[in-house]
């Protein structure tokens, strides 16, 4: 809606995981390195943790480019709220299975034919599976068979688990122990610091056709930290509502008023919030507290 007014050539702050838009920081770069290593060295499972909206399913897509790069055949699943027939069905649809979808026996001799045929050929295969913390524990077992799949090269399939930070404790559940120990390589993501966050909305702005912008003062990007608590998500809606406001108000130039305003429509709240004009009564536990915000998902 803004692009024209600020000349934007992409919008710079969408709330999809585009590759395209990604802003390398040490702890993304390394968390995809170790994606593409894990992957790379077949040792079985890898797992990236990290809260809602610091990245995750942005770094699978960016393992997938890599994956499509390499002609490395995966299953990436995306809904993990799923039964272990449908957790078969989807493998099946993903990897283009020959065979009859709804049949567990049958997904299972024709992925064991693909995953033998890829590593005659000296590639591995990947299955991917996004917010991991939601599956069931059935459908965790048979993620645990699949990743015992193995030839004298090595495991023939290779598993990565992305989700929230509860993924890591339901790992920890004694009959997920034997999971647990084929697990190779563990990273988190961790919401952005200050200078992060500079960078992520400058390389953002860039990425959008505005180099060098000025659209958002240093002032004004500490308190937009401050309120998103450095989640990427968050300071997204938060730039993308501070940009239409500007484009409203003809402005270039985003100001803290307006970012009351945005906090307020999107009933943000961050620690040592205070309601205008009073004290709050709990004021140390709101110091404690997690930033909120409702989220379409
Ligand atoms: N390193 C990054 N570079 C660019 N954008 C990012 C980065 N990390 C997160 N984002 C953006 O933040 C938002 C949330 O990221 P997402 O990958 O969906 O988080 P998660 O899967 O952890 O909830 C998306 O709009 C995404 O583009
Ligand atoms: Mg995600």
Excluded at 59 to 85: G, K, T, V, W
Excluded at 266 to 287: K, N
Aim: with cysteine; glycine share 6%; hydrophobic share 40%.
């Amino acid at each position: 809606m803004y692009n024209a007014f600020f000349g934007f050539t992409d919008s710079p702050f969408n709330l999809s995981p585009d590759p395209a838009f990604l802003y390398r920081s040490e702890q993304h770069e390394e968390a995809l390195a170790n994606l593409i290593y894990g992957v790379q060295s077949r040792k079985g499972f890898i797992v990236l943790t990290g809260e809602v909206g610091t990245g995750k399913t942005t770094m699978l897509e960016c393992l997938r480019d890599f994956l499509e790069s390499q002609y490395i055949e995966f299953a990436f699943i995306f809904n993990s709220r799923i039964n272990s027939d449908q957790f078969f069905e989807m493998i099946a649809y993903d990897l283009d299975l020959r065979c009859q979808r709804t049949s567990k026996t049958e997904v299972l001799f024709a992925l064991n034919q693909l995953l033998l045929q890829q590593s005659q050929q000296g590639r591995t295969t990947v299955l991917i599976i996004d917010e991991a913390h939601n599956l069931e524990w059935e459908v965790l077992e048979e993620i645990r068979l699949l990743g015992n799949l193995e030839n004298r090269r090595g495991k023939l399939i290779q598993v990565i688990l992305a989700g929230q930070p509860e993924l890591d404790r339901k790992l920890d559940a004694p009959n997920l122990r034997q999971l647990k120990q084929r697990i190779v390589l563990r990273c988190a993501l961790e919401p952005l610091d200050l200078g992060q966050t500079t960078e992520y909305i400058n390389s953002r702005m860039e990425k959008g056709g505005m180099p060098g912008q000025q659209v958002f003062p240093p002032d004004l990007i500490a308190d937009i930290h401050g309120r998103s608590q450095g989640i990427p998500r968050v300071i997204n809606a938060i730039c993308d509502n501070l940009l239409l406001t500007c484009f409203a108000m003809e402005t270039r130039i985003a100001t803290v008023e307006m970012l009351d305003e945005v906090s307020k429509d999107m009933r943000l709240e961050w620690p040592g919030r205070r309601p205008r004009g009073q004290r709050s009564r709990y004021a140390d536990e709101t110091l404690e507290q997690a930033p909120f915000f409702t989220r379409g998902d």
